[in-house]
């Protein structure tokens, strides 16, 4: 198990990872697992998120998850302002972060974009392309994508929201068959997105996730 450590550790020196899929797909959860298991290997770790994880990130952000706003919001005014908000945080968050040889794990990133964007009606070639001019070279070398049906997702997350008493964002509020579309999307990201993706089935208990992603950090190349 030491040595196993150690190469997790030499592997993933400066790597910037992404956790992305449906809503409801455990995320977040998995993120901190994830940060206290590299931790706890000596692996210093970057947490943020997309949008936002800047000042004028988080600004944005507000916009884009504000409901009323986004209902009245063109598609191609969306894609831009997630890219502007994460023009920002490459350049104020993860590139520092990756040239410190520091992993970088964040909550969503251009693969969103593709998949929810996507789902409402824009090229997934074209927002890549955007993508490029946004953040250059810093794209995730792996993309971890959360699978869960879209039903299944939305109940957690209608489930979450009861629990801690939070509004659902303008993307949770869609019709079912545009988050079933989001989901089509993610699956077929493998090949055509830029860096490794890898499926991850989001389903069971968060513990049984956690396994699984773990299991992929040290079986992939990056």
């Not at 998995?30 to 800047?54: H, N, S, Y």
């Amino acid at each position: 198990m030491r040595g196993a450590a150690v190469n997790l550790k030499d592997k993933i020196a400066g790597k910037f990872i992404v956790f992305d899929g449906p809503d409801g797909s455990g995320k977040g959860t998995q993120i901190e697992c994830a940060a206290q298991a590299l931790e706890a290997e000596g692996i210093p770790v970057v947490c943020t998120r997309d949008p936002g994880g800047t000042a004028i990130g988080d600004q944005i952000r507000e916009i884009l998850l504000h409901k009323n706003l986004l209902t009245a919001m063109d598609v191609r005014c969306e894609v831009l302002l997630f890219m502007a908000s994460r023009a920002q945080l490459v350049s104020e968050v993860i590139a520092p972060a990756v040239r410190a040889g520091k992993v970088v794990l964040c909550d969503r990133f251009i693969s969103s974009t593709c998949a929810y964007q996507g789902a409402a009606g824009s090229d997934v070639g074209r927002i890549i392309e955007l993508g490029r001019f946004a953040v250059g070279q810093t794209w995730p070398q792996l993309t971890l994508v959360l699978d869960l049906p879209a039903d299944q997702g939305l109940d957690r997350a209608g489930r979450r929201g009861q629990a801690d008493g939070a509004r659902h964002d303008a993307m949770e509020s869609r019709p079912i068959e545009f988050h079933r579309r989001v989901r089509d999307i993610f699956l077929s990201l493998p090949g055509k997105y830029p860096g490794r993706v890898e499926i991850v089935s989001g389903d069971g208990t968060p513990d049984e996730v956690h396994g699984r992603i773990m299991e992929v950090l040290r079986r992939v190349d990056f």
